[in-house]
């Protein structure tokens, strides 16, 4: 809409440029969703860096069983590695998940205190062949279902 007010006579190029960009987000969720079929419900537990993925899960049908700071660059409370391993081993989590750019460590812990692998999502930050949010949304769904036991989609 601001760029309508400001250049009123491409509107119609924006708003074309907007209703096909909005149409790949929609249909962007059911190809997510098949993606996702294939990860047996007990396996769709996500363990995170940062408090960044509960909408994500709410839409996909997965939980959130813990991340180690609600806000990026915080350090982690003190037990707190301790307590996701053990959710970890409690709930038979098999991955857990970093996010590209920011700090590993706290993930790598916990991977190393229970055998699975640690994993990476997008969320705030992108880069490397992620540029776009469509782009991160299909990066993430693949590693989360390379990652949490899914079947690969071509």
Do not use: W
Not at 122 to 128: A, C, F, Q
Request: proline share 5%.
């Amino acid at each position: 809409d601001t760029l309508d007010i400001y250049d009123g006579v491409n509107r119609q190029f924006y708003d074309a440029n907007y209703a096909a960009y909005r149409q790949q987000v929609i249909d962007l969720a059911p190809e997510i969703l098949g993606q996702f079929a294939s990860i047996p419900e007990a396996r769709r537990k996500l363990i995170t860096y940062h408090d960044s993925f509960a909408h994500f899960a709410r839409r996909f049908e997965f939980e959130v069983s813990g991340f180690v700071v609600a806000v990026p660059g915080d350090q982690p409370a003190a037990g707190e590695i301790d307590r996701l391993a053990q959710v970890v081993r409690d709930q038979g989590i098999p991955a857990v998940f970093a996010e590209y750019g920011y700090d590993s460590a706290p993930m790598q812990e916990i991977a190393s205190k229970t055998g699975v692998p640690v994993c990476t999502l997008y969320s705030d930050v992108l880069g490397g062949e992620v540029d776009t949010y469509i782009e991160m949304m299909r990066a993430n769904a693949a590693e989360i279902v390379r990652c949490l036991g899914g079947a690969a989609t071509p």
